[in-house]
């Protein structure tokens, strides 16, 4: 199993990275979280998961522990994958993520691609005493980032990677862009998509 990677990042996007180690990339599934935190890096730590299925094996990677631990708790409710924890720490962070569970915040679920009112209920009833037991440590996650003119693009392609069909997500990507003149991060305008869809 791999803990984590540490190496250069030779490729980056809200999605997925390349963290080349000795001249072998390693191609590692992120949420916007992480993504958030590492925009400006060229050298990484990503603490990380390994999903093993029959067809493929796939790398998830993580700023800290604690999302890496979250992201452990949230594929063990049945009906939650791998992509869907990742879409659910693209929406929220992990903090505000914890808190909707303690909270029994259903309806910051239901939001979530791929969570329904059921799996909601199901993900507070497995996960609320585990949660509640290791305590909510909050942090503030400040995020550094250059406007780029790419960000409709790099955009376009996160949310077309976590499932979203590309006629559903265009004109509100578009719609993002023109209500809120200081979107000029990738990771800000797929939050503001991801409000939209929801």
């Known amino acids: 199993m791999i803990a984590y990677l540490d190496g250069k990042l030779s490729y980056k996007s809200p999605t997925n990275v390349y963290i080349d180690i000795g001249g072998i990339a390693y191609d590692v599934n992120i949420s916007l979280f992480t993504y958030g935190k590492i925009e400006t890096l060229d050298k990484v730590k990503l603490y990380t998961v390994m999903i093993v299925r029959e067809d493929s094996q796939t790398l998830y990677g993580f700023y800290d522990i604690g999302e890496k631990e979250l992201f452990k708790k949230l594929i063990s409710v049945s009906g939650i ?93 578009d719609k993002a862009l023109a209500s809120d003149s200081e979107i000029v991060q990738v990771e800000a305008l797929i939050k503001a998509v991801l409000k939209i869809l929801a």
């Open 81 to 173: 994958g791998p992509n869907t924890a990742r879409v659910i720490l693209s929406y929220m962070t992990p903090d505000e993520t914890k808190s909707a569970i303690l909270s029994n915040n259903v309806a910051a679920f239901k939001k979530v691609k791929g969570v329904g009112p059921k799996t909601a209920q199901r993900l507070m009833l497995d996960l609320k005493d585990k949660i509640a037991k290791e305590g909510l440590t909050l942090e503030s996650h400040n995020l550094t980032g250059n406007a780029s003119n790419t960000i409709r693009e790099e955009a376009l392609a996160a949310l077309l990677s976590l499932g979203f069909q590309k006629s559903q997500v265009v004109s509100k990507i």
